[in-house]
């Protein structure tokens, strides 16, 4: 192994990933790739960039623990971000910008923030001249905006060699702090990610000149199911991460399913929208078509849906979605993945407590079920632990679940300097 060299500032990397543009669809993540794997080589490891298609990069390397015999933890982040226009942010959103405290762009929060810590915390250790406990995995990813079939789900059906080990993985979303009106802090952990399941429904009808009565114009109908589709309001489905977690914000033990989703939806400040979420099933209209031309009546009309389900619930919600349509509309199931659900009273959500609390004394540590998706869904497949662990402290007032796929995405210094030091700590446990 080479002498390795001390990496930039946590910040600077972040900077330097944003300016990377890996939009996705839209762009490649290879020169990011390339980028993270230099720092990697570095710091004296042996990266391997691996590509299912050309262009979309995936670097993989291992870190080597002073304890053999111990379980490997794989820490995975992906390079691309969903696309970004330009005219809406008040800064470019491929700058990459230090300003006002903050790393400005597209992907500081959603992931390149993670993976300059990663790579700051790794190098950080190396350069005082030590290592991990335990062997580590390195991944960072291609192709999770859009799934992930070209990076995690790639690297587990044709790589799954370089995961040997690996007990436990830890990605995003979780490890921030929620806000609370006294006290220590209290972070949030993801355990558990919700299942997708995206609908077509289409409704089909007799086309006609507009200016006549029409014989079945589909738009109409269309619009109706869509409402009794999205405003049939879901049962809550309380898991017992989530009751842990409204229970240590309210400062007693909770256990009825309303007094649950009222604590998570109205204490949580700028995370109650997404904790909300995370005890009921979603379903929300996100495109619609029809027609062609603005006299002709269409023949067809279709909308699509992207429907989330808690885990255990996914078969209620596939009842909702067919039985309100209705009987002419056609379902189709366009796309799905599975829920992932993982061990929060194990020792891998210990060991990421005591990581929180090396650097934040006193504070508490809570699950909570993820309302969206992430990679965690293909690296459960191999038998690993998953949790959603980007450590942050975030000052008052700052809006974290607006940052995702948002305008003006930024993400403070402070908070990243902060994760550095947990994840230095998690990898000595």
């Known amino acids: 192994m080479a002498e390795p060299s001390l990496p930039p500032p946590v910040e600077e990397i972040c ?20 980028y993270v794997a230099a720092l ?11 590509e299912a298609e050309p262009g979309r990069g995936n670097v993989v390397a291992r870190v080597s623990g002073t304890d053999p015999g111990l379980p490997a933890l794989l820490v995975q982040g992906h390079l691309d971000t969903v696309p970004a226009d330009a005219s809406a942010w008040t800064r470019d959103p491929h700058s990459g910008e230090i300003a006002d405290g903050h790393v400005w762009g597209r992907g500081a929060v959603d992931m390149k923030n993670a993976v300059a810590m990663t790579l700051a915390a790794v190098g950080g250790t190396f350069a005082r001249g030590r290592r991990p406990r335990r062997d580590l995995v390195l991944a960072f990813l291609a192709d999770e905006e859009t799934g992930g079939r070209l990076g995690a789900g790639h ?3 044709e790589h799954a060699d370089l995961f040997e080990g690996c007990a436990a993985a830890i990605g995003e979303v979780g490890g921030f702090n929620v806000p609370v009106s006294s006290g220590p802090p ?15 429904v289409r409704e089909e009808g007799v086309a006609g ?14 619009a109706e199911t869509t409402l009794r589709l999205v405003s049939s309001e879901q049962p809550y489905t309380v898991t017992e991460p989530m009751r842990v977690l409204a229970s240590r914000i309210a400062g007693r033990e909770l256990t009825d399913p309303a007094d649950v989703a009222d604590v998570l939806a109205t204490r949580t400040g700028p995370f109650g929208r997404m904790f909300a979420a995370g005890v009921r099933t979603t379903v929300n209209v996100t495109r619609v ?38 009987e002419r509309a056609e379902v189709a199931l366009l796309r799905r993945s599975p ?3 993982s061990d929060h009273e194990g020792e891998w959500f210990g060991r990421l407590g005591e990581a929180l609390e090396a650097v934040s004394p006193g504070c508490a540590v809570a699950p909570f079920v993820f309302s969206g998706g992430t990679d965690n869904k293909w690296f459960r497949t191999l038998g690993m632990e998953t949790y959603g662990f980007t450590p942050m402290l975030f000052p008052p007032g700052y809006d974290y679940p607006a940052m995702f796929h948002g305008v003006d995405e930024r993400c403070p210094v ?3 300097h902060f994760g550095v030091r947990v994840m230095e700590r998690l990898m000595t446990l």
Do not use: Q
């Not at 710091?43 to 391997?48: D, Y």
């Open 40 to 50: 990697l080589s570095g710091m004296g490891l042996e990266p391997e960039i691996i």
């Open 209 to 222: 000149h507009g200016s006549m009565v029409p014989r079945d114009n589909p738009i109409p109908r269309l």
């Open 414 to 416: 402070d908070a990243l």
């Open 15 to 34: 900077s330097d990933l944003i300016r990377f543009d890996t939009s996705n669809p839209g762009s490649s993540e290879r020169k990011a790739a390339e």
């Open 155 to 157: 690297l587990v059906a």
């Open 289 to 326: 078509g029809a027609g062609y031309k603005e006299n002709v009546i269409p023949g067809e009309a279709w909308a699509r849906f992207d429907c989330r389900f808690v885990p255990g619930h996914e078969d209620e919600l596939h009842e909702h979605i067919t039985s309100a349509a209705g």
């Open 186 to 200: 209290l972070f949030a952990v993801s355990v558990a990610d919700k299942g997708l399941r995206w609908y077509e």
């Open 339 to 341: 829920p992932v659900l």
